[in-house]
């Protein structure tokens, strides 16, 4: 018997019909206050889902009631108004990823910040990851060389490290890690540098500086600026450490620098005021310490069998009149693998990097230097610490037996020579000749203001006239025994050139 058409056309329409936009999870909001949203009629939601709005804004699933949803707001937070429809997507927030981000600058959801076009992913990453395993990493054994001669020598940093850089606003905590970050170009570590609260001419001025000098193609940027939501300066940090990780699944080394995490610790507590969770110490809600261990924990140097490779993190944070027992710098300096603290009296005098060696620590110590570094910087926190001590009994007019006098004289010439201008990276074989000079006495008696300068002109005679034993110690091994003799008539000839 043949079907009535009737029949047919509501067989067809069935067959047609597609029943999962009724089946999409949808609400509506409630109210908007500050960059968050309550949302009623999302109760399957997961936390930290991405959701959008009718108006085209982002936002996030994070405080997961019986009486609604707390939303974080990513985007378009002006347009998001009581009564909007709102859609649970069913996934996590992500960016996008890989050799692509190199010379780039976006936000922590992939949209690019710098006029150019979308960035071109190798790969779509979630932004919130687990860390590696206890079982899928390795001892930190290698060394990161930052070129800053002070925290190479004597606070030396490892691949795959957490080291924080901790210290008063406007003491050079950006300058030391954009130092840091310009010493990578030509090598083989990847960087990522995550830029939170700062306004957009900071960040412009951060490319700017990395392309002139000739880093950029090595460095992606992520920036949370000043004008974004607080829910977008949350998310900064972990969209930089996904990033950073695409380099190390693929068996690189990368490094991470947080910039800084005292304004990601504001931000978080400020969503969670907004949020109605209850404040602890400082206002900070109670797992401010969960969520920065949570961050720093991916940073980590995995074994062969996990594929290698690995992420270091130079977190920043600030403090107030030097106050590093306050709450967020306590928690940071417990959950990292040391400090480079930088004293606001050294950057006043002129020394800089302003670093404090006796109140900087690094936990890896010396399994993070090469053999040739290792040999020449043994004792320099030792001989700083005492010069430093025996520098203050001279301004109180004592006198001071020679031996004394020689060792003031010494850490006056050590002092001198850890300065260093900026984007001016050393190299190992530069650092460890000039370690040398100062523990063998080679310089006793220069004048202080040209002791850099005949340093300098030595290593310059090294290079042309012993260059096997200058890239011996570039590659972080010691020469055959005689190189001590052969670089210390390098700095005699150099002392013959000097004007009496």
Same mark, same amino acid.
């Given at each position: 018997?043949?079907?009535?058409?009737?029949?047919?056309?509501?067989?067809?329409?069935?067959?047609?019909?597609?029943?999962?936009?009724?089946?999409?999870l949808?609400?509506?909001v409630?109210?908007?206050?500050? %960059?968050?949203?309550?949302v009623?009629?999302?109760? @399957?939601?997961g936390?930290?889902?991405?959701?959008?709005?009718?108006s085209?804004?982002?936002?996030?699933?994070?405080?997961?009631?019986?009486?609604g949803? @707390?939303?974080?707001?990513?985007?378009?937070?002006?347009?998001?108004?009581?009564?909007?429809?709102?859609?649970?997507?069913?996934?996590?927030? $992500?960016?996008?990823v890989g050799?692509?981000?190199?010379?780039?600058?976006?936000?922590?959801?992939?949209?690019?910040?710098?006029? %150019?076009?979308?960035?071109?992913?190798?790969?779509?990453?979630?932004?919130?990851?687990?860390?590696?395993?206890?079982?899928?990493?390795?001892?930190?054994?290698?060394?990161?060389?930052?070129?800053v001669?002070?925290?190479? $020598?004597?606070?030396?940093?490892?691949?795959?490290?957490?080291?924080?850089?901790?210290?008063?606003?406007?003491?050079?905590?950006?300058?030391?890690?954009?130092?840091?970050?310009?010493?990578?170009?030509?090598?083989?570590?990847?960087?990522?540098?995550?830029?939170?609260?700062?306004?957009?001419?900071?960040?412009?001025?951060?490319?700017d500086d990395?392309?002139?000098?000739?880093?950029?193609?090595?460095?992606?940027?992520?920036?949370?600026? $000043?004008?974004?939501?607080?829910?977008?300066?949350?998310?900064?940090?972990?969209?930089?450490?996904?990033?950073?990780?695409?380099?190390?699944?693929?068996?690189?080394?990368?490094?991470?620098?947080y910039?800084?995490?005292?304004?990601h610790?504001?931000?978080?507590?400020?969503?969670?005021?907004?949020?109605?969770?209850?404040?602890?110490?400082?206002?900070?809600?109670?797992?401010?310490?969960?969520?920065?261990?949570?961050?720093?924990?991916?940073?980590?140097?995995?074994?062969?069998?996990? %594929?290698?490779?690995?992420?270091?993190?130079?977190?920043?944070?600030?403090t107030t009149?030097?106050?590093?027992?306050?709450?967020?710098?306590?928690?940071?300096?417990?959950?990292?693998?040391?400090?480079?603290?930088?004293?606001?009296?050294r950057?006043?005098?002129?020394?800089?990097?302003?670093?404090d060696?006796g109140?900087?620590?690094?936990?890896?110590?010396?399994?993070?230097?090469?053999?040739a570094?290792?040999?020449?910087?043994?004792?320099?926190?030792?001989?700083?610490?005492?010069?430093e001590?025996?520098?203050?009994?001279?301004?109180?007019?004592?006198?001071?037996?020679?031996?004394?006098?020689?060792?003031?004289?010494?850490?006056?010439?050590?002092?001198?020579?850890l300065?260093?201008?900026?984007?001016?990276? *050393?190299?190992?074989?530069?650092?460890?000749?000039?370690?040398?000079?100062?523990?063998?006495?080679?310089?006793?008696?220069?004048?202080?203001?040209?002791? *850099?300068?005949?340093? $300098? %002109?030595?290593?310059?005679?090294?290079?042309?006239?012993?260059?096997?034993?200058?890239?011996?110690?570039?590659?972080?091994?010691?020469?055959?025994? @005689?190189?001590?003799?052969a670089f210390?008539?390098?700095?005699?000839?150099?002392?013959?050139g000097?004007?009496?």
């Amino acid at each position: 018997m043949n079907s009535f058409p009737l029949g047919q056309s509501i067989r067809n329409a069935a067959s047609a019909m597609d029943l999962r936009e009724g089946m999409r999870l949808r609400g509506v909001v409630e109210r908007v206050g500050d %960059g968050v949203a309550w949302v009623r009629g999302l109760e @399957g939601a997961g936390y930290e889902e991405l959701l959008t709005f009718d108006s085209g804004a982002y936002g996030l699933a994070y405080d997961l009631g019986p009486e609604g949803t @707390g939303a974080i707001l990513l985007s378009g937070v002006s347009d998001v108004a009581a009564g909007v429809g709102v859609e649970a997507t069913r996934r996590l927030p $992500a960016l996008p990823v890989g050799a692509g981000t190199l010379g780039r600058i976006q936000d922590p959801l992939g949209n690019p910040l710098d006029d %150019g076009p979308p960035v071109k992913a190798d790969l779509i990453l979630p932004l919130f990851r687990p860390a590696p395993e206890f079982i899928e990493r390795k001892a930190v054994d290698q060394p990161l060389t930052t070129g800053v001669m002070v925290i190479d $020598a004597a606070i030396p940093i490892g691949r795959g490290q957490r080291e924080l850089i901790v210290g008063d606003r406007n003491v050079g905590k950006t300058a030391l890690a954009q130092d840091i970050v310009s010493a990578q170009k030509g090598g083989d570590v990847a960087c990522v540098y995550v830029v939170i609260g700062q306004p957009m001419s900071r960040v412009l001025a951060l490319r700017d500086d990395f392309e002139r000098e000739g880093c950029l193609s090595n460095v992606a940027i992520v920036a949370a600026e $000043a004008s974004m939501s607080p829910g977008m300066r949350y998310l900064a940090p972990y969209a930089g450490a996904s990033v950073a990780e695409w380099f190390r699944d693929s068996g690189r080394d990368a490094l991470v620098i947080y910039d800084d995490l005292t304004k990601h610790a504001d931000a978080y507590r400020e969503l969670a005021l907004l949020l109605n969770r209850p404040p602890g110490r400082e206002a900070f809600p109670g797992d401010i310490f969960y969520i920065h261990a949570e961050l720093l924990e991916r940073a980590a140097v995995r074994n062969a069998a996990a %594929g290698g490779g690995s992420v270091t993190a130079l977190p920043l944070v600030e403090t107030t009149d030097s106050d590093i027992s306050s709450y967020i710098p306590t928690n940071l300096i417990s959950i990292t693998d040391g400090q480079v603290y930088l004293d606001t009296t050294r950057f006043e005098h002129n020394q800089r990097p302003a670093v404090d060696i006796g109140r900087s620590v690094s936990r890896i110590g010396s399994m993070a230097q090469t053999e040739a570094l290792r040999a020449t910087s043994r004792n320099l926190r030792i001989l700083v610490s005492r010069f430093e001590k025996l520098e203050a009994l001279t301004r109180v007019g004592l006198d001071l037996d020679p031996s004394t006098e020689l060792a003031v004289a010494r850490g006056r010439i050590i002092r001198e020579l850890l300065l260093q201008n900026r984007f001016s990276p *050393r190299s190992p074989a530069e650092q460890a000749l000039t370690l040398t000079a100062v523990s063998e006495g080679w310089l006793d008696g220069v004048e202080l203001a040209k002791a *850099r300068g005949l340093v $300098a %002109g030595a290593f310059r005679r090294a290079q042309a006239q012993l260059p096997d034993m200058v890239q011996t110690m570039d590659s972080g091994s010691l020469p055959a025994d @005689g190189w001590k003799d052969a670089f210390r008539r390098c700095v005699e000839k150099e002392r013959e050139g000097l004007v009496p």
